[in-house]
């Protein structure tokens, strides 16, 4: 086996130790939409740090999984309106990914914009979305 696949595998692993205390915080929910009788993944939050972090990884729905990890095939519009809402909330994990989006979105969006300029990051939030550009 590659050394490679190991190291993936075992991160894998660390990370579903996780999965109860995050499906439990979640309410089984996804934790950036909200919605709920999704089917959940454990996402990490990049900059990914070198051993797993609890704080660092969130539960989100496969549409919201794919909106963080697949930027190029995210198509913005009104179905995201949710994120004004998601980047009030109270993990910072949640509200650095809500950010994330509506930068993507700002340029095409009037709504996005707004949610950006009236929101209030904690420094250690605002530290972690400027390190993650």
Do not use: H
Not at 74 to 95: C, I, K, M, N
Request: with cysteine.
């Amino acid at each position: 086996m590659a050394k490679g696949k190991e190291a993936y595998e075992a991160r894998v692993a660390e990370l579903n130790l996780f999965g109860k205390d995050l499906a439990r915080r979640a309410k089984s929910k996804c934790e950036l939409c909200e919605r709920g009788g999704e089917t959940l993944s454990i996402v990490e939050v990049p900059p990914v740090p070198k051993d797993p972090e609890f704080e660092k990884c969130v539960m989100l729905c496969e549409g919201c999984r794919k909106a963080v990890e697949e930027p190029k095939q995210f198509a913005p519009g009104e179905q995201w309106r949710f994120l004004a809402q998601s980047v009030w909330g109270e993990l910072p994990a949640v509200q650095l990914l809500a950010v994330r989006l509506l930068r993507r979105m700002e340029d095409s969006q009037a709504w996005a914009r707004e949610a950006l300029e009236t929101v209030f990051l904690d420094e250690d939030v605002e530290t972690w979305v400027t390190e993650s550009e």
